[in-house]
């Protein structure tokens, strides 16, 4: 069964909210969770919120460059293209029913990917990197990204990525100083070596080399964007889908298989609330600076004074909308390597449905009325 098939779900048709000038995306990285991404983007599509903003890592980057580097009529085929390739191979006949089923299928396509890799994704190694000569290239990682390289190269235009109307940005770690970067089309051109980089996780995945540096994934440091788009936003107001995977709360663990998934939940959710509650600490000193320099005369001001005078004149509105994977009883800490076709549309279609449901509150989506404010919008499973 094709994505494409998923039942309509009537997505509220909204288009861009009042006083907002841009429109983000912040990915992060998760593996095979990423489909609940595109399962989001979907839902944003049909709603007539196209990103203008995108930010990601990881799966977050790849998925971010698909979108970003198509016109806005070819993203979602090119997202179905992506994830019906690297989720073709067959696990078993029959769909499973119940969670000892579910649970049993996706043990069993971890297993595939782990031993066979994925289609248009990664393929292991011939020689195991425990066995290959010291410094040699297949020394360093269990499989190989060929195959990725090629898939970029398909559904992606790096011309469209490098110099197209929508900011892109992924982030990876520099392995030589440890030192995390954003590879942003702002600053650089981009190519598929800047994709890979941000979703070369060790020690599964090869490191890339760009220029005379290596890199790996950028989850490693921290695997949500959110701060390279503050960092950067400006006086421009911004409505913000933050779409994590990983969930920073969740049930204490009650055997060892809970105990490995929760602690991949607690390593990889990035601390994403930590993001929001200093930059709206930050807003806040602001607007009190900005007080103060107003009852100032400027010839009393430095030229210093006068220019931060001037920047604080006018401060973005965010609103950040914090979606987050809710995962299933049945899936383990293999959630993220699971790359079977049943998993993938149900994630798809998990980001779709919690995406329909979230636009339906049209006030989550309108910006704070006050200069330099901030709402944040904590989403797991809305109801109805």
Request: hydrophobic letters at 40%; one cysteine or more; aromatic letters at 8%.
């Amino acid at each position: 069964m094709d994505i494409g098939t998923l039942p309509a779900d009537g997505t509220p048709t909204t288009g861009r909210p009042e006083g907002c000038d841009r429109i983000a995306l912040v990915l992060q990285g998760g593996g095979a969770l990423g489909a609940y991404q595109a399962g989001v983007y979907q839902a944003l599509h049909e709603a007539r919120l196209e990103p203008d903003w995108i930010a990601g890592v990881s799966i977050g980057g790849i998925n971010g460059a698909i979108i970003a580097g198509n016109p806005p009529e070819r993203r979602l085929a090119r997202l179905r293209e992506f994830w019906n390739l690297i989720t073709s191979r067959q696990v078993w006949l029959l769909p499973p029913d119940g969670d000892a089923a579910h649970r049993a299928h996706n043990m069993l396509a971890s297993w595939y990917a782990m031993a066979l890799g994925q289609p248009g994704f990664f393929a292991p190694r011939p020689l195991n990197p425990w066995l290959a000569p010291r410094g040699s290239r297949g020394a360093t990682s269990f499989y190989q990204t060929e195959l990725l390289r090629e898939t970029l190269l398909k559904l992606v235009d790096f011309d469209l990525l490098s110099r197209g109307p929508t900011r892109y940005a992924c982030g990876a770690v520099n392995v030589g100083s440890g030192n995390f970067i954003y590879f942003d089309n702002a600053e650089t051109p981009l190519l598929p070596e800047h994709v890979m980089a941000s979703g070369a996780l060790p020690p599964a995945l090869p490191m890339v080399r760009i220029g005379t540096d290596w890199y790996w994934d950028g989850g490693i440091v921290s695997n949500t964007p959110l701060q390279h788009l503050i960092d950067h936003v400006g006086n421009r107001s911004a409505l913000v889908f933050q779409v994590d995977l990983f969930s920073a709360r969740g049930p204490i663990p009650r055997d060892m298989a809970d105990v490995a998934a929760r602690e991949k939940d607690i390593r990889f959710s990035s601390r994403t609330r930590l993001t929001t509650d200093r930059y709206t600490q930050l807003c806040t000193v602001e607007r009190q600076l900005r007080a103060l320099l107003d009852r100032l005369p400027d010839n009393e001001l430095t030229a210093e004074e006068r220019e931060l005078k001037q920047r604080l004149r006018h401060l973005p509105r965010l609103s950040i909308l914090q979606m987050v994977y809710a995962q299933k009883v049945y899936e383990g800490d293999a959630k993220d390597y699971d790359f079977s076709a049943t998993s993938m549309r149900a994630h798809w279609e998990a980001g779709y449905r919690d995406t329909v449901r979230t636009l339906r509150h049209r006030d989550w989506l309108a910006l704070p009325t006050e200069e330099g404010g901030i709402a944040v919008h904590d989403i797991h499973r809305v109801s109805e």
